[in-house]
Structures are given as C-alpha cells and as structure tokens.
C-alpha cells in the first residue's frame, strides 16, 4: 500500500487513466465490431461509413497511447482490405 502522499495521488491517476484507456479500447472495439457487421450484412455505403467511424477511433487510440501506432496502421490496414475485397 502507498505511504507517501504522493503515491497515493498515482495510485489514484492509474486507476482513472486505466479507467478511461479501458473505455477507449472498448469503444474502438466497437467500432470494429459495428464495422464487420455492416460489412457483412449490410450495403456498401453502410459499410464506408463504419469504417470512417473505425479509422478515427483507431487513430484517436494510437493518439492517447492505448495502443501502439504500428498496431493502429496494421488495424486500419486490415480494415481497408476487406473493405475493398467486399467491392
């Protein structure tokens, strides 16, 4: 347990920026989830909307650290070949 009162202020920053990095990635995954499903199920214009939706999310998580930048480019890489493999 944290003494200082210091370490008492991390403890409480990790545990509301874990909180919200939480929520962003849940949010991204989302996205993606909404994203196959339109793509899947739904029509092509559905689909482009979803994945602009996607992108930002993903960018905004590489932005604010959730995730690395190389695995935001290989997301949003994936994303655009099987939005052009449905066409």
Do not use: P, Y
């Not at 929520?23 to 909404?34: F, P, Q």
Request: hydrophobic share 35%; glycine share 2%.
């Amino acid at each position: 347990m944290a003494h200082s009162l210091s370490a008492r202020k991390r403890v409480r920053q990790n545990i509301n920026r874990r909180a919200l990095n939480r929520w962003r990635l849940r949010h991204m995954r989302s996205a993606i989830k909404d994203f196959n499903e339109k793509l899947l199920h739904g029509t092509r214009a559905d689909a482009t909307e979803a994945f602009k939706v996607c992108i930002k999310t993903i960018d905004r998580s590489a932005q604010r650290g959730v995730l690395h930048r190389n695995q935001a480019a290989r997301r949003k890489s994936r994303l655009n070949a099987r939005l052009k493999s449905k066409a």
